[in-house]
């Protein structure tokens, strides 16, 4: 029994983080959302706790996100969120500081890269490195990230689309927006408020974009009933919304990520390039699995895409494998302490 280096992989995402720990797989996956209480200032709930909480809590609680975008925004709040993690996933006999390896978003600064090795070391970890995500979601993915191939990735999760060309170990060429699933639920709340006059809340519409929702019409569309408070008279109201409508209310939302993965391939390198065409592009992260997304991905940009397996779990389960092969990896990461 290895008592001394424990090890933890984490998927810091905008929306769930996820803890993988080597030779146990995922121990936790749970809602990037800490509720706080303005008064004291003080953390009242983490995790699915909080979740719970969001657009339900009274005055002084209030249940928010310390991720924006896949970085950090609130200092404090984060630390205090990955120290529960850490305790959780370790338990809590563990007197041992573990090396923590957690992921970050491609486009991220060097001054928010060490915020959160800073944070992480704070929160109990022995050591903490940081690797790009789209690297991650590649190894997680099953990807042979260190053959001299091109390999193209597209990770979307909730706060980030990141667009990857992987060769030899090494990001050839990378961006980063910050549209991805929360853009596509506001897109849809505010699709539905503007057309049928209902105030319907984020959590409503990731449900109307998880049953329903496609990246492309569809011939055969599925309905989805919706309960929400009627901006005119204030009472509450309940409509049916269609698969066809997500499509034209989330548009300009797919249009930006499709320019991202674009503009990646005109900085690609033709031999990479030829590569990608030949494998095709892999999608990872949750929001890769919108209904139709490849066949989007295909019209618009010619090449064939699919997406993983357990995509939500790629970043995830690439933190494990980088973590038992930290010398492997060693070229792939960009901060630690």
């Not at 933190?319 to 630690?336: C, M, N, P, Q, R």
């Amino acid at each position: 029994m290895k008592m001394f280096s424990k090890k933890l992989g984490i998927d810091l995402g905008t929306t769930n983080i996820l803890v993988f720990v080597p030779g146990k797989g995922i121990m936790l996956n749970e809602p990037s959302v800490v509720a706080v209480s303005e008064s004291d200032n003080r953390i009242l709930a983490i995790g699915t706790e909080a979740k719970r909480m969001v657009g339900k809590t009274p005055d002084d609680i209030i249940a928010y996100r310390p991720m924006k975008d896949g970085v950090i925004a609130d200092y404090r709040v984060t630390e205090a969120m990955l120290k529960y993690f850490i305790d959780k996933a370790l338990g809590k006999w563990n007197f041992f500081k573990p090396d923590v390896l957690i992921s970050v978003p491609a486009g991220v600064t060097s001054t928010e890269r060490r915020a959160v090795v800073e944070a992480a070391i704070k929160a109990g970890a022995k050591q903490a490195f940081v690797i790009k995500e789209p690297i991650l979601a590649a190894i997680g993915a099953g990807i042979p990230i260190h053959d001299p191939e091109g390999h193209m990735v597209v990770d979307i999760g909730g706060g980030t689309t990141d667009v990857a060309v992987i060769s030899l170990g090494g990001i050839v060429t990378c961006t980063s927006v910050k549209v991805a699933g929360n853009k596509i639920d506001q897109a849809i709340v505010d699709y539905v408020k503007r057309n049928y006059n209902l105030s319907i809340g984020e959590k409503t519409a990731e449900e109307i974009k998880i049953k329903i929702g496609s990246a492309v019409p569809v011939e055969q569309e599925l309905a989805m009933s919706v309960r929400g408070r009627d901006v005119i008279t204030g009472l509450p109201r309940e409509m049916e919304i269609k698969t066809n409508e997500v499509v034209k209310a989330i548009r300009r939302e797919l249009r930006e990520m499709i320019k991202a993965i674009k503009d990646v391939f005109q900085e690609t390198p033709p031999e990479l390039a030829a590569d990608i065409i030949g494998q095709g592009v892999t999608m990872t992260g949750g929001t890769s699995q919108l209904r139709n997304f490849p066949e989007l991905m295909f019209r618009a940009t010619g090449v064939k895409a699919r997406v993983a397996d357990e995509a939500l779990f790629c970043v995830a389960k690439g933190t494990g494998i980088a973590l038992e092969h930290l010398d492997t990896y060693k070229k792939s990461i960009v901060a630690k302490r």
